[in-house]
């Protein structure tokens, strides 16, 4: 488990045949650093436990402008300001568009 963390608690469906299983979580897992353990036995009970770390980042990233929304610019050349985050993954910059009135304005180095 992350450190820091506490343990979750969720609830499985799970379905099970003679070589493998698979589940779904019963809810939504939380976005950020998660780790499933697996252990089985087999009929000798010798056992063995895998476990596998993962990160879940369902939510897009944080965006504030300046000014904002309904502002009055004083001015035909404003400065606009895009602030934005994520803070599981982290933000794809090269992936801002701009569009004025509905046309792409964007131009990227």
Same mark, same amino acid.
């Given at each position: 488990?992350?450190?820091?963390?506490?343990?979750?608690?969720?609830?499985?469906?799970?379905?099970?045949?003679? #070589?493998?299983?698979?589940?779904?979580?019963?809810?939504?897992?939380?976005?950020?650093?998660?780790?499933?353990?697996?252990?089985?036995?087999?009929? #000798?009970?010798?056992?063995?436990?895998?476990?596998?770390?993962?990160?879940?980042? #369902?939510?897009?990233?944080?965006?504030?402008?300046?000014? =904002?929304?309904? =502002?009055?610019?004083?001015?035909?050349?404003?400065?606009?300001?895009?602030?934005? =985050?994520? #803070?599981?993954?982290?933000?794809?910059?090269?992936?801002?568009?701009?569009?004025?009135?509905?046309?792409?304005?964007?131009?990227?180095?």
């Amino acid at each position: 488990m992350p450190a820091g963390r506490a343990p979750s608690t969720f609830s499985l469906l799970l379905e099970v045949g003679a #070589a493998s299983a698979s589940f779904t979580p019963a809810q939504d897992i939380p976005d950020g650093e998660h780790v499933y353990s697996f252990s089985i036995s087999d009929r #000798a009970t010798n056992s063995v436990t895998a476990s596998l770390a993962f990160r879940v980042d #369902a939510s897009g990233p944080e965006v504030t402008l300046d000014p =904002s929304d309904g =502002s009055t610019a004083s001015s035909g050349r404003p400065l606009f300001t895009v602030r934005y =985050s994520d #803070a599981v993954t982290g933000v794809k910059p090269e992936s801002l568009n701009v569009e004025v009135d509905g046309t792409d304005v964007t131009a990227h180095d």
